[in-house]
């Protein structure tokens, strides 16, 4: 008796549609993603219930012949691919040949076509039989219509969610097609309400303010790498706006959609010590990857891919994002107008060409230490009327530092309420937080030591003798390398108490029997802080960091100033604390005039 049998083609559609026709979003993905591959500048989206009664998609695009059109709804036809070497380096969207006769095989699909100077051609297919194809009136594109899908697969149907749900779904789909094609212009409309209305984007801060508006766009970094053959750009979202609610998370290599969450994982790696715990942030990135270094055709939608070298794809992610927040853009700001954005020499890929990855290069990003920011310091200049450098801690005058510089005008630093110290740069003014910023420069110097091998300490003329709850003399035996690590001698002196022999000395004011004690009671009760660290040195630098920093309220010398401006700028990341808040918060000079009613 005969087993094995060739099925019918209609029934081997079927099947195909089990796996690229999903929900009504796999149809709208599969057919705008033909129309950007047929050259479409202008995509036309409407959906009925949910696109469960109907879903139509009109592009401007290259169109079809007859022949092409009758062609096209056959398995495995396709005008993408004609090779092995064409499938390894893959530059389109679709290559497969399956989406629209599997489509067809579920559905009643009229497909309407027209190349440029030709005659329309109108084809009609109920549940992947041709009902025949007659001439149309039509402008060059495609326009398919996909009615009553699953309606011969009730089985199907009965999965699918409420017209909102499938509703929502779609409109990720045309997001995420969205944001990687800036050139082209996008329109959904859902029961005849108008959802999304993209026009063609010069750039991809644009097309995030048009889809998400202005004052998310205007918290986004620019982001760029380019090592080892792995090129890494986009946006991300600043470490102070980034909340604990939803996200937008998107993924591209080679213009193309993916989801990776190892990927995601990466780059929020490098969010490290910039946000509070649980806090989650936004990103777009956009990969580039040598022709072979990627697998696109790992899964039916394209909706995953495989990297030939993923420790190196995910260290570069991390790196990439890493090296954003440590710019000048990822610090805090002021300034509150609608619509306010960097420039656009900084702000991703560009419109009128590909994306990144499919052919396309990101957007020349200046380096950050290109960048003519801060005035070089000079010899104090005191002028009549002014206070002497380092006098007048008033809370009202503040305490003035000003320069002379060689072919510049006069610049100053001042603290204020013995707390914050004012820079006037050559954009505007930073608004620094001496607290915040020590805690950043102990941080990373405390790290810097740990990998050295420690940190010099001074023998102590007195030793300190500390009583310690059960809990923070447990601590303080676990961490007594980890303490001598970080300028800490102690030794256990029976019951719960340890004799201090020597400690730290980072600054004229610090309290070392205080810092230790409070140190030790956050390590023993735990906090969101210690919760953040990835390892027991950076759980200790974290806290030693935030102990040990000069707190507000404490009057600075004009040395003092300078030497923590200096050493705040030479940190990896100067704009942020390890609790993630913000060291610096900008204020620009158009903010200003626009608050004075300097601007219109």
């Known amino acids: 008796m005969r087993r094995i049998r060739v099925l019918p083609d209609t029934l081997a559609n079927q099947i195909a549609a089990g796996e690229v026709v999903e929900r009504p979003a796999s149809v709208v993905k599969e057919l705008v993603e033909n129309a950007l591959d047929a050259g479409a500048t202008r995509i036309d989206v409407s959906v009925r219930n949910g696109g469960k009664t109907e879903i139509r998609v009109a592009d401007d695009g290259h169109g079809m012949g007859r022949q092409d059109a009758l062609l096209a709804l056959d398995r495995h036809a396709t005008s993408?691919?004609?090779?092995?070497?064409?499938?390894?380096?893959v530059r389109t969207f679709g290559f497969r040949g399956e989406a629209l006769p599997s489509m067809a095989s579920v559905s009643r699909l009229t497909l309407e076509t027209a190349e440029a100077g030709g005659?329309?051609?109108?084809?009609?297919?109920?549940?992947?039989?041709?009902?025949?194809?007659e001439d149309c009136a039509r402008q060059p594109g495609t326009t398919v219509t996909v009615g009553n899908l699953f309606f011969n697969v009730p089985a199907r149907a009965k999965f699918l969610k409420s017209a909102a749900v499938e509703t929502r779904a779609i409109a990720d789909v045309m997001t995420a097609l969205a944001l990687a094609n800036l050139s082209a212009g996008f329109n959904l409309e859902s029961n005849g309400r108008t959802l999304m209305e993209l026009p063609p984007a010069r750039d991809l801060v644009a097309r995030s303010a048009a889809l998400w508006g202005d004052d998310f766009a205007s918290a986004l970094v620019p982001l760029s790498l380019d090592a080892g053959g792995v090129g890494v750009a986009g946006l991300v979202e600043r470490p102070d706006a980034?909340?604990?609610?939803?996200?937008?998370?998107?993924?591209?290599?080679g213009g193309r959609p993916f989801r990776d969450r190892p990927l995601v994982s990466a780059a929020e790696r490098g969010y490290r010590t910039t946000v509070p715990q649980g806090a989650r942030p936004s990103f777009l990135l956009y990969l580039d990857l040598a022709p072979g270094a990627v697998d696109v055709n790992v899964h039916p939608a394209k909706a995953e891919?495989?990297?030939?070298?993923?420790?190196?794809?995910?260290?570069?992610?991390?790196?990439?994002?890493?090296?954003?927040?440590?710019?000048?853009?990822?610090?805090?700001?002021?300034?509150?107008?609608?619509?306010?954005?960097?420039?656009?020499?900084?702000?991703?890929?560009?419109?009128?060409?590909?994306?990144?990855?499919r052919g396309a290069s990101p957007e020349t990003i200046p380096d950050p230490g290109q960048l003519a920011l801060f005035v070089p310091a000079g010899p104090p200049a005191t002028e009549p009327g002014q206070p002497e450098p380092g006098a007048g801690h008033d809370h009202g005058n503040g305490a003035?530092?000003?320069?002379?510089?060689?072919?510049?005008?006069?610049?100053?630093?001042?603290?204020?309420?013995?707390?914050?110290?004012?820079?006037?740069?050559?954009s505007g003014l930073l608004i620094i937080d001496q607290h915040a910023a020590h805690e950043r420069i102990l941080f990373e110097a405390l790290m810097r030591d740990f990998d050295a091998g420690g940190r010099p300490s001074q023998r102590l003329l007195f030793p300190i003798t500390l009583r310690l709850s059960a809990a923070e003399y447990a601590v303080a035996e676990d961490c007594r390398s980890l303490l001598a690590q970080a300028g800490f001698e102690t030794e256990p002196f029976g019951g719960r108490t340890v004799i201090v022999h020597a400690a730290p000395n980072p600054h004229p004011w610090f309290h070392a029997e205080q810092c230790l004690r409070d140190m030790l009671a956050e390590l023993a009760e735990g906090s969101e802080l210690t919760q953040a660290a990835r390892n027991q040195y950076e759980r200790l630098a974290m806290t030693f960091a935030c102990k040990a920093a000069i707190k507000a309220g404490q009057p600075l010398s004009r040395e003092e100033m300078l030497r923590l401006f200096d050493e705040l700028f030479s940190t990896e990341l100067p704009y942020h604390d390890v609790h993630g808040r913000p060291t610096v918060i900008r204020l620009s000079v158009d903010e200003l005039a626009r608050r004075f009613g300097r601007h219109g």
């Open 80 to 89: 993408k691919i004609g090779s092995e070497e064409e499938l390894r380096a």
């Open 400 to 426: 003035l530092v000003s320069t002379d510089v060689p072919g510049e005008r006069r610049h100053a630093l001042w603290q204020m309420h013995d707390t914050y110290i004012l820079a006037e740069t050559r």
């Open 305 to 357: 891919v495989r990297f030939r070298d993923r420790r190196a794809m995910e260290a570069s992610v991390e790196q990439a994002v890493r090296e954003a927040l440590s710019t000048l853009e990822s610090a805090a700001t002021m300034d509150t107008r609608p619509g306010l954005r960097p420039s656009a020499t900084r702000e991703g890929p560009a419109a009128g060409s590909r994306p990144v990855g």
């Open 242 to 253: 980034a909340l604990t609610g939803p996200r937008r998370v998107h993924l591209f290599v």
């Open 119 to 133: 005659v329309g051609t109108r084809v009609r297919v109920s549940a992947g039989r041709v009902m025949g194809a």
